[in-house]
């Protein structure tokens, strides 16, 4: 191992990403809903549409976007138990994450009352859970939204753009994108990126794990994780056509 590569997971090198597969139409009940696969990590995101709104939201004339995330028992190498409303830290803070992503590109004045709820829930993990929840949950709300569209229920796609998210972090002194499991946990930096199609930045979340890290450091892992972005949009263009032929608002 030199010091631009590493012994990584399918053979990619620092800045590649796993193998991203975004599978849509997965559930016949939801409104939109995709499989998310980032190299061995599964999430199944699935979109739900109510005509209503929580009751501190009723009569503002603007719809409400939010999340769940859950990881379920058998996702890891050692069964964990089901998860209790009230008593998740780590999944209420994923899902919150999630939530506010979906609605820095949603018109929530063009949804109207309405609420939309997108479930993730992981089905395998090895590392990346939260971003590759965020970046299939675009994909089922979209298509949710679609829903609403095609049925006449609203004149246009609320939507004004994309958004998907990626890990990176410094391991053994090395800056890498997306990283697995076995990364993620000897990582000495660790960092998640929330960004939009067109380059902008939604949140940040970074932590020296064992040590601290610098200003450089810290730009070499955000243009590490936007060039990664680049690459999640362009997916979801193609597998939503969204920006084409009437695909965007």
Known sequence: ????????????????????KLTREQ????????LVEFGDTRVLCAATIEESVPRWRKGSRAGWVTAEYAMLPASTNRRSPREQRGRKGRSMEIERLIGRSLRTVV????????????????????????????????????DALMSLVKTDKLAR????????AVSMGI????????????????AQVDLNLVGTADGRIVEVQG????????????????DLGQAGIAQLVELQQQVTNFGKAGGIA
């Open 157 to 164: 796609l609320p939507l004004n753009g994309q958004v998907a």
């Open 27 to 34: 559930l016949k009940h939801a409104a939109g809903s995709c």
């Open 107 to 142: 018109d929530l004045r063009a949804l109207g009352e309405r609420t939309i709820t997108v479930d993730c829930d992981v089905i395998q993990a090895d590392g990346g859970t939260r971003t590759a929840s965020v970046t299939g949950a675009w994909v089922a709300l979209h």
């Open 1 to 20: 191992m030199d010091n631009n590569t590493r012994d990584r997971s399918f053979g990619r090198s620092a800045d590649q990403m796993r193998p991203v």
């Open 171 to 186: 391991v053994d002194g090395l800056a890498l994108l997306d990283l697995d499991y076995g990364e993620d946990s000897n």
């Open 207 to 222: 932590t020296g794990e064992k040590t601290p890290f610098d200003r450089a450091q810290l730009n070499e892992l955000l």
